[in-house]
């Protein structure tokens, strides 16, 4: 017993130093690995993937951990997982071979082959006999060549002889410039509806205080009420009370008046509302159920 105790002690001595010289997050941190590892090659990736989780918790930075997690990762097919953790690992350790063939496998399984060529070619530099890697890159290869001669044919599609994009910009042109102006006398009867309009608002800042009035954020709801109209008023009613009330409210033309921005964007805000065809039907029948109802309220009592 004492000469195989003897025995031991001449051998073992170099590795209980070694561990004797661990801190006890280091214990936990190997231990968790040492399990992490059982579990991978056992096919448990979930556990795996726990395992080195409390490890790395221990130690974030340790590029070995990543590394393995991403590839327990990959297998329990959470790819962007496996993508983050093999990144994490090459900025942790820029020499580690490894690390990039795990970046280069989890790019490969999102079909991003460009990247994933470059995270082959990067391996190859560390290792330059490493035959994952220049499998890796050959399947990278075929499928970039693939997309593009995919892409030929498309490219090809849609372009168009140079003299026919010159034809259809001078049509466009002609177009342009042969459609029917207004005419004056409708121009001016537009303008006066929009002056009109202005007057029956009264001042910018009577417009100010009734849009940012105490909780006008739920008065603003109905955009009726931010237009100043009634819930049956005509599309064109309410483009000549928006141009009106935006011509009033302008912060250019109100840059001495406080909140006056604020006014302006819920008058656009109003508008955009009532130019959605179905928000402005929602809008119109709530009010007219609402209408209905508190007709009803009354006639009851």
């Known amino acids: 017993e004492n000469a195989a105790t003897k025995r031991s002690t001449m051998t073992d001595p170099p590795v209980a130093a070694e561990e004797s010289q661990k801190e006890e997050w280091q214990v936990q941190r190997d231990a968790n690995k040492s399990l992490g590892d059982q579990a991978f090659r056992c096919g448990n990736f979930g556990e795996a993937i726990s395992h080195y989780s409390q490890a790395l918790a221990l130690d974030p930075t340790h590029h070995v951990l990543l590394s393995n997690r991403s590839a327990a990762h990959l297998k329990n097919g959470e790819k962007s997982k496996a993508l983050h953790d093999a990144q994490a690992c090459v900025d942790?350790?820029?020499?580690?071979?490894?690390?990039?063939?795990?970046?280069?496998?989890?790019?490969?399984?999102?079909?991003?082959?460009?990247?994933?060529?470059?995270?082959?070619?990067?391996v190859l530099e560390l290792d330059e006999n490493n035959a994952v890697a220049k499998k890796g890159l050959d399947d990278c290869m075929v499928h970039?060549?693939?997309?593009?001669?995919?892409?030929?044919?498309?490219?090809?599609?849609?372009?168009?002889?140079?003299?026919?994009?010159?034809?259809d910009f001078?049509?466009?042109?002609?177009?342009?410039?042969?459609?029917?102006?207004p005419k004056p006398s409708e121009q001016q009867a537009s303008n006066n509806i929009i002056k009109d309009q202005k007057t029956d608002l009264g001042t910018a800042e009577s417009q100010i205080a009734r849009l940012l009035a105490p909780n006008h954020k739920w008065r603003n709801l109905n955009p009726?009420?931010?237009?100043?109209?009634?819930?049956?008023?005509?599309d064109e009613d309410i483009s000549k009370r928006y141009k009106a009330l935006s011509l009033l409210l302008h912060p250019d033309k109100c840059a001495s008046l406080e909140n006056a921005k604020e006014a302006y964007d819920e008058v656009q805000r109003a508008k955009l509302q009532l130019d959605d065809e179905n928000k402005n039907r929602h809008v119109r029948q709530l009010i007219e159920q609402g209408n209905k109802q508190g007709k009803q309220k009354w006639q009851a009592e």
């Open 92 to 122: 942790a350790n820029a020499k580690f071979a490894k690390g990039y063939s795990r970046l280069a496998a989890a790019l490969q399984s999102l079909g991003r082959w460009g990247p994933a060529k470059d995270a082959y070619e990067k």
């Open 144 to 167: 970039l060549q693939k997309e593009e001669e995919k892409k030929e044919p498309e490219t090809a599609k849609h372009e168009e002889p140079e003299k026919d994009l010159l034809d």
């Open 170 to 181: 001078f049509d466009q042109v002609e177009t342009a410039t042969t459609k029917a102006k």
């Open 224 to 234: 009726f009420f931010v237009l100043d109209l009634t819930w049956t008023a005509s």
